[in-house]
């Protein structure tokens, strides 16, 4: 009996979920589409399949709607950047890490170029919401960083690059990748991130140790 109210609670408590997950999901496609000003609460709902009263019943009120949406998608981008980092892991027991370099660089600059993280970054900034923008920095840029100094790191200690600080590595290698994209947005992603790593391991990689 007891197991059975157990798996009850369990059962709510991931039906509430799905659907809060379902509006914050919402809610970013249509703040995303129309921005803050634009977009009513009933087109969230809408689109998120829900009635407009569970909306308000999962959420206050709109400000905390967009806020809680733009976290939600920048968590699920910071989350698809650590997953490109760690193809890294490979390289330590590679002789030539250019490779397995050059796949997590364009995995990097696949992620950071789709919709959803241009989305995340234009709706972060666009807003006079107090703290939104730094919340998003360390939900995606910064937490970016610290995997991929700590991946650098190991390289490091494998041999594989040379001693460095990895976190001023980590930001040298994202740079790279992320700054050609703001004076030519529609340039060829592969050709940056090779492009990108023949410099990074220029100066970071063994044979300069």
């Given at each position: 009996m007891g197991s059975e109210v157990s798996t009850g609670h369990r059962r709510k408590a991931r039906g509430r979920d799905d659907r809060r997950q379902a509006i914050l999901d919402g809610a970013f496609a249509v703040f995303a589409r129309r921005g803050y000003a634009q977009t009513c609460v009933k087109e969230i709902?809408?689109?998120?399949?829900?009635?407009?009263?569970?909306?308000?019943?999962?959420?206050?009120?709109?400000?905390?709607?967009?806020?809680?949406?733009?976290e939600s998608a920048a968590d699920r981008v910071g989350a698809q950047c650590i997953a490109a980092v760690e193809q890294l892991r490979e390289a330590a027991a590679d002789g030539d890490p250019r490779a397995v370099l050059g796949a997590a660089a364009r995995g990097l600059l696949r992620v950071c170029h789709d919709e959803e993280a241009r989305a995340v970054r234009r709706l972060a900034g666009a807003e006079a919401m107090p703290g939104l923008a730094a919340s998003v920095r360390e939900?995606?840029?910064?937490?970016?960083?610290?995997?991929?100094?700590?991946?650098l790191a190991r390289l490091a200690l494998a041999g594989r690059l040379r001693p460095?600080?990895?976190?001023l590595a980590a930001e040298h290698l994202l740079v790279l990748l992320t700054g050609p994209l703001e004076y030519?947005?529609?340039?060829?992603?592969?050709?940056?991130?090779?492009?990108?790593?023949?410099?990074?391991?220029?100066?970071?990689?063994?044979?300069h140790a």
């Open positions: 709902a809408q689109e998120a399949g829900v009635a407009k009263p569970t909306v308000y019943n999962h959420l206050n009120d709109k400000e905390s709607l967009y806020r809680e949406a733009v939900r995606t840029a910064l937490r970016i960083r610290s995997a991929l100094a700590d991946r460095c600080d990895p976190e030519r947005p529609d340039a060829d992603l592969d050709a940056i991130a090779d492009a990108a790593v023949d410099v990074f391991l220029r100066a970071y990689g063994e044979e």
